[in-house]
């Protein structure tokens, strides 16, 4: 064999040693068909041509400029994971100062595909800024950059200033983004104009505040895609459709429906594809194969073996029996020693591991004490000492998983971002309802011990009672009464319900009378700060309940105002406390006066299906008032001969809740007693049952009762409410 042959052969090994050391390709495509276009690798179930692709929901166009793109929308792909993720290039939002129409709103479908909520973030950039995401399905998500000036600003960070983000809800395949801002930028215009809203990979934007000038970039988004819309064990059921090859199994994902498949253990390649799926040589890779011996280990297919040295025995493993010397014979007694050594060692082993799991079981109910804010919980109580506060009974796990038959999905009475509501059965038979915040989230810790505080110091009848709470678990939980006819948002927002004015009259009383509560007769004066028709509960009589104090504050007697972080619910914000994040009594109150329009309108707070002008309800309201157009908004089912000047006269006070400055509205007090008055003239004028009247110790220092002054009392509180209307109404203030 001459020098040329021999010199061939031997590449020729080489390379054959290399291909069968390397494990199979993670990527391939089926027989025949393109595996990539441009440098960006086509993976099946994906592929560019026809044939080639599981489906339609998986063709890849390959562009003029050879970049993958997602025909549908004709978005450039990044990369394929056969994992499940794809990510393409998400554009920017931006809407800037000295445009027609400075509102922008953008639209993105990349269904079927999912939105991945654990690997992106809603990113929006710019002071005097905020942007919207709002989904198909309702569920949205918001976030506001604010700032005075650019010296406030730090480069990498994006807390809020000049730079915020939110997390995506789960589940999204299509949704807009809506940027706007306070002031349209005209305070801090030297320096940013613009206000920027995208979605993208989280750790992929780094902040700078050059970006409040210009910043057109795209960055990449996360999808993540499955097969089809059935489980496996449905998949399973045809298996011409069922897309998972041999060697390898099926399983489900939790944010997207369908199914996923995976090479089995000891196997690599594409499970999607027949023989994709190949064996490992685990011999070959010291990570991968547990033999002590290195020249021991012998591959089989989709395992391997160890074997012991000569004059052994054993498996070989060092995570099994390993290897043991043999001997021939052992002598009776050292057999008799090693059993009796066994089982004393058994018994000890036995003892302490049992010690050991009662001290790991304590100190594990130690640590969610500690997790979940229990010591902290604990202060909070001992510094409010000699007020009030009744702590909260404290359940037991077992008693809670029993009473939701093991936190069953049958039991979910709702999920937001607090966590997820369970109904529950306690051995007393009565029915509560448990909220389970959400695992892993350390924000809800403070959340969570903010309502303890709170709820555990107020008794009213129209604030949903805390009945207990339970602190040894992963995640902590709180147990309230229930309240068995939803919100107050599910009935006004149905279309096929009808609420009589009366009840919604009774309704806004109790509201009113509660935020009343909380803010002059509680010992210490208690601000909600996300009154909204959906934090409002209504029992089978009506009876109002309000509900979700996660974000509440209590404000100590020597100050009347707090600076917090802005947080609240887009709609029902107070303009003034979003400016200036001074929070007030009187943001309450302007939540409050929302809920009223609300109650006499039945449209949503804020919708991005309406007009321009009418998307935000309350800016609609008032401007509707103004120009004397109040009867062209309200609900035409509440239009009666008989309830005109109530109707009026509920207006003009929602309007005076909606003034601009904190300062002109009234206190939610002045607005228990209005409408109280209001229902008292319901009684005396139609001879109905006075639908408000209850006790209002907390407010008045008294029962009330409205025969107590006699007509007289009555007649000049109607002529001033008469008065009143009148004056607004006609000078269209």
Request: glycine share 8%.
């Amino acid at each position: 064999m001459g020098l040329y042959h021999q010199a061939a052969f031997a590449v020729g090994f080489l390379l054959l040693l290399v291909m069968v050391a390397s494990p199979p390709p993670t990527y391939q495509t089926k027989p025949g068909c393109l595996n990539s276009c441009g440098n960006v690798g086509i993976p099946y179930p994906f592929g560019l041509q026809k044939d080639c692709y599981f489906d339609d929901s998986f063709f890849i166009s390959c562009n003029d400029s050879n970049l993958p793109v997602l025909p549908a929308n004709n978005t450039s792909v990044l990369d394929i994971s056969i994992d499940g993720q794809l990510r393409v290039l998400s554009p920017i939002t931006s809407g800037c100062l000295g445009y027609q129409n400075y509102t922008q709103v953008k639209t993105f479908n990349f269904s079927p595909f999912v939105v991945s909520n654990t690997t992106n973030k809603f990113t929006v950039v710019g002071c005097d800024s905020f942007a919207v995401l709002a989904a198909s399905d309702y569920q949205t998500a918001s976030c506001y950059g604010l700032c005075d000036n650019i010296t406030q600003l730090t480069n990498g960070s994006c807390s809020g200033k000049g730079c915020c983000q939110s997390s995506i809800p789960n589940g999204v395949k299509d949704f807009l983004i809506v940027t706007s801002s306070v002031f349209n930028h005209t305070f801090v215009s030297d320096f940013n104009r613009c206000t920027y809203a995208f979605v993208a990979e989280e750790g992929t934007y780094n902040f700078s505040s050059l970006d409040l000038l210009n910043l057109q970039r795209e960055f990449p988004l996360v999808l993540e895609w499955s097969i089809g819309n059935a489980t496996c064990e449905e998949a399973q059921q045809n298996r011409e459709t069922y897309a998972c090859k041999e060697d390898s199994e099926c399983y489900e994902t939790d944010n997207v429906g369908g199914y996923r498949c995976n090479c089995s253990s000891g196997y690599r390649g594409n499970p999607y594809l027949s023989d994709g799926c190949q064996d490992i040589n685990e011999c070959e890779y010291p990570e991968l194969n547990q033999c002590i011996e290195k020249n021991s280990c012998r591959n089989t297919e989709g395992n391997y073996t160890c074997s012991c040295p000569k004059g052994s025995h054993g498996d070989g493993r060092k995570d099994g029996q390993r290897c043991t010397a043999t001997r021939n014979r052992l002598p009776l007694m050292i057999i008799l020693g090693i059993i009796i050594g066994l089982l004393i060692l058994f018994l000890v082993i036995s003892w302490l591991y049992f010690g050991f799991r009662k001290r790991r079981v304590i100190k594990l109910r130690e640590k969610y004490f500690k997790e979940n804010g229990g010591y902290l919980l604990q202060q909070k109580f001992s510094d409010q000492e000699g007020n009030s506060i009744k702590p909260a009974q404290i359940l037991t796990e077992k008693e809670l998983k029993k009473a939701t038959n093991n936190f069953h999905e049958s039991r979910i009475l709702g999920k937001g971002g607090q966590g997820t509501v369970y109904k529950g059965t306690l051995p007393d038979i009565q029915t509560v309802a448990i909220k389970k915040a959400k695992k892993g989230d350390e924000t809800q810790v403070e959340g969570f011990i903010n309502e303890v505080t709170i709820l555990s110091q107020i008794n009213h009848r129209n604030v949903v009672r805390l009945l207990g709470c339970c602190l040894e678990t992963p995640v902590p939980l709180l147990v309230y009464e229930f309240v068995t006819n939803g919100t107050l948002f599910d009935h006004i927002h149905n279309v096929d319900k009808l609420i009589p004015w009366e009840t919604r009259l009774k309704i806004a009383t109790e509201v009113a009378d509660a935020l009343s509560y909380m803010h002059s007769a509680a010992s210490i004066p208690i601000i909600h700060r996300d009154i909204k028709s959906a934090n409002i509960l209504l029992d089978d009589k009506y009876t109002a309940k309000v509900s979700d104090f996660g974000a509440s504050k209590l404000i100590p007697l020597d100050k009347s105002e707090l600076t917090t972080l802005v947080q609240g619910t887009l709609g029902y914000l107070d303009p003034e406390y979003m400016q200036t994040s001074q929070l007030t009594e009187k943001s309450d109150v302007y939540s409050f006066g929302v809920v009223l329009v609300e109650l006499l309108t039945r449209k949503r707070a804020i919708s991005f299906t309406r007009l321009e002008e009418e998307r935000n309800l309350a800016l609609h309201f008032v401007t509707s008032l103004q120009k004397n157009q109040l009867f062209e908004i309200i609900d035409h089912q509440l239009q009666t001969n008989k309830n005109t000047e109530q109707l009026k006269a509920v207006a003009m006070l929602a309007k005076s809740c909606l003034s601009v400055k904190g300062e002109e509205r009234p206190t939610m007090k002045e607005v228990a007693i209005e409408l109280q008055g209001l229902c008292s003239i319901e009684k005396h004028l139609w001879g109905k049952d006075n639908l408000c009247a209850q006790e209002y110790e907390s407010l008045l220092g008294k029962p009330f009762d409205d025969s107590a002054n006699g007509s007289t009392s009555l007649t000049i509180k109607e002529n001033s409410i008469e008065k009143s209307v009148t004056f607004e109404i006609e000078t269209g203030r």
